[in-house]
């Protein structure tokens, strides 16, 4: 059996920005204050981190920055995905080189590729990597799915222990669980559907709900795990409006806007990412303050 990277929530954390560049004080605090609320582990530059607007250099400091702050306490996972893949392999060794204890890798977007190439693809990067990598499926944002046989396939490969599932179709989250046994852990992707996930023998949620919410996602899934199904179920159903609002524009415009809120950052977002609308702002502030958050 392959070694679980973690189990419970790892937040998928923002990137604080200043004066357009990366606010590296506010980023230490966040970090610290994951820790401190008890998150189970952090992925740093995903597409929560607003990877895709980042430079090279950014990027890879980053995950350096993340890693020594962390300081082992948690696992970190960095975002290490592309559609080059040989850009994919050089991420995913310096993430190693820095000391990540894993790399999450989206799917190629934009170019796409048939399930033959997602497969070809993965196994290089697998096997040019020093460190576990978790597979991220989210076709809604690259237009490429990750079909349940290919990731069964996939899983055959002993650096490949996990995937991130934010399709949101739990009937093919059932046929890949079916499938892989206890090949690869399966993690939620959507924080709407962490317990469906967990009830299908998933072991946590990667969670943008998880920046404002690190401890209370946490509980969900430990709850779960412990078998307080209903306390984890009722917490689910609670958190809906709020996690409505966190998805109610384009991650992680709404995310940002909550942090800034929390005064953990500035509401400091990149192009072509724009603040978030008023009303939708409104609303989602008068859910947080009802939430005790700000």
């Not at 702050?69 to 310096?94: C, F, K, M």
Request: proline share 5%; charged share 20%; aromatic share 6%.
């Amino acid at each position: 059996m392959k070694k679980t990277i973690f189990t419970g929530a790892a937040t998928a954390i923002i990137t604080p920005f200043k004066n357009d560049k990366i606010d590296y004080e506010s980023f230490e605090k966040l970090i610290n204050w994951q820790i401190d609320e008890g998150i189970d582990a952090i992925v740093v530059c995903g597409t929560t981190g607003e990877a895709s607007t980042l430079s090279d250099d950014e990027h890879k400091d980053a995950i350096k920055f993340c890693v020594d702050v962390t300081a082992g306490r948690v696992p970190v996972i960095a975002g290490t995905g592309s559609n080059d893949t040989a850009y994919a392999i050089e991420l995913t060794q310096h993430a190693a080189e820095a000391g990540a204890d894993a790399a999450l890798l989206v799917t190629p977007y934009y170019n796409k590729a048939t399930q033959n190439g997602l497969i070809k693809m993965f196994t290089s990067i697998a096997d040019a990597s020093l460190i576990p990598i978790i597979l991220y499926n989210v076709p809604s944002r690259t237009g490429c799915n990750i079909l349940p046989t290919t990731a069964a396939k996939l899983a055959e490969h002993p650096n490949i222990v996990g995937i991130k599932e934010a399709s949101g179709n739990i009937s093919q989250i059932a046929e890949l669980a079916h499938l892989i046994g206890d090949k690869m852990d399966i993690y939620s992707g959507n924080d709407d559907q962490i317990t469906p996930i967990l009830s299908l023998g998933g072991k946590g949620v990667i969670s943008v709900l998880s920046n404002p919410m690190p401890r209370a996602t946490s509980k969900i899934c430990h709850d779960f795990f412990e078998g307080r199904h209903q306390d984890a179920v009722r917490a689910q159903l609670d958190l809906l409006p709020f996690i409505s609002a966190l998805f109610s524009e384009v991650n992680p415009i709404p995310v940002k806007a909550a942090m800034a809120a929390m005064g953990f950052c500035e509401n400091s977002l990149r192009l072509p990412l724009t603040e978030m609308e008023s009303d939708h702002e409104a609303k989602m502030l008068a859910i947080m303050k009802d939430l005790n958050l700000i």
